[in-house]
Each structure stands twice: as C-alpha cells, then as structure tokens.
C-alpha cells in the first residue's frame, strides 16, 4: 500500500543552521504531496504541497520540490529560527483515495539560539 | 474566516464508556476527516465525510463511527472504550474531497 517514510529525529540545530528534512513515498498513480507542522498542543498546519512533478511547494522560507524520479519530496530552509521547533510531518493524498492523508512518522525540530 | 473548532479539547472517560466528538469546519467547506494520532501509531486516518455521506473509511474497528450533518458539522464516536482508544483526535475541513486539509487543534481524549 501507499506509505511515507520521513527520517527519524529529533533534529537538533543553531539558529541561523540550514535544515533538510528527508521525506520519501511510495505510492501508485500521481499523489499529492504535503509538509504539515505540529507545534506543542496544537493541531497540525499545513507548511506546503505540491500536486504533481517537480513542482516546488514554498511558504515561510520553508521549500520542497516533488521529485517523481526519486519519489521524494525533501524539506529544506536556508536558516532556521528558534520559532521553527516543532514537529513535522511529510504526507500524501492519493488520488484514487479522495482526501485520505497517509503521514510519515514526523521529525521533531529543535533550534537552539 | 474562523478556523475548524473541535469540542471538547479535553476529556476524561473510563473503559466501557462511550464518546462523542464534534467537529465545525471552515465555513464554506464540505468535506470532514478524523485522525487518531498516538504516539505508537502516528497519525492514522479514521473516515472522511463530505455531503453527509462516508466517502472513506480507515481500518479501525466498527466502534468508532462518525456522521456529518446538513450544516457539514461533525460528529465522531467511540463505543466500548479501551485503554488504547487514548489519543488526540484530529479533525480536518476541505473546500470539498480531494483537496487539501486544514486541521482543527484536536481534542485529548483519555481512557482510563
């Protein structure tokens, strides 16, 4: 079946450090793909997406470009601020599946100033 | 626009016992899911509904049930509740299926 394989934290970083956070898929047809961020006590929040090959999904300086090739669908931001810890979450919505989200484990960010 | 909004965001029951969540999307949204998020398990989709109707089910047992009313509210519920039924459950709105989801901050519901 369709999965999400997100590397395992926690991730430990200086403020200013760049981040990547790896993210893989397996999936059949053409999934959509999202980073969610949970931050303590709160819901999850969509960061971004993108729907089809090599698009790149960009918000809050956070990037993620959908690599069919490589079925990945990595996050990554320039320079990280102590404002950024949180947990999170790679996810696919296969098509066929109408909006099921399938997740990832989540990743645990932690930036220290 | 108000965001999704879920009632009770805590609660407290005891193994047996049933529960009822509830759920009030983005306005204009018609499509509701529900989460469980444990530590073990991560995030795991429980149904979706859109137009009052179940588009979609996870693989959970037959005790955990939802509905959607005319005004796209929803309501999940949990029978016969177990020690593992503990859990965050999320609720997620979309301008209809297929799109993407915008969650509620959930309601800590904990079995004891």
């Known amino acids: 079946g369709d999965s999400v394989t997100q590397m395992e934290g926690p991730v430990t970083l200086s403020e200013e450090a760049f981040l990547t956070i790896n993210c893989t898929y397996t999936a059949t047809g053409y999934p959509s793909l999202f980073w969610y961020v949970q931050y303590p006590g709160e819901g999850l929040q969509l960061l971004l997406k993108a729907t089809k090959a090599d698009d790149k999904g960009s918000n809050k300086g956070f990037e993620a470009t959908y690599r069919k090739e490589t079925t990945s669908f990595h996050l990554e931001k320039g320079s990280v601020q102590v404002s950024d810890s949180a947990v999170y979450f790679c996810a696919l919505s296969a098509s066929q599946a109408g909006t099921a989200l399938i997740f990832g484990k989540g990743t645990t960010l932690s930036v220290s100033s | 626009k108000a965001g999704v909004t879920q009632t009770p965001r805590y609660l407290i029951k005891t193994r047996g016992q049933q529960v009822t969540l509830s759920c009030s999307p983005i306005s204009g949204h018609r499509s509701v899911s529900w989460y469980q998020q444990t530590p073990g398990q991560g995030l795991q989709f429980l149904f979706e509904y859109f137009s009052e109707t179940q588009r979609n089910k996870g693989n959970f047992p037959g005790r955990f049930s939802g509905r959607q009313f005319s005004n796209s509210r929803s309501e999940m519920n949990v029978s016969t509740l177990e020690l593992g039924d503990s859990a965050l459950y999320l609720c997620?709105?979309?301008?209809?299926?297929?799109?993407?989801?915008?969650f509620g901050p959930g309601t800590r519901l904990t079995v004891t």
């Open positions: 997620a709105s979309s301008p209809r299926t297929g799109y993407e989801q915008y």
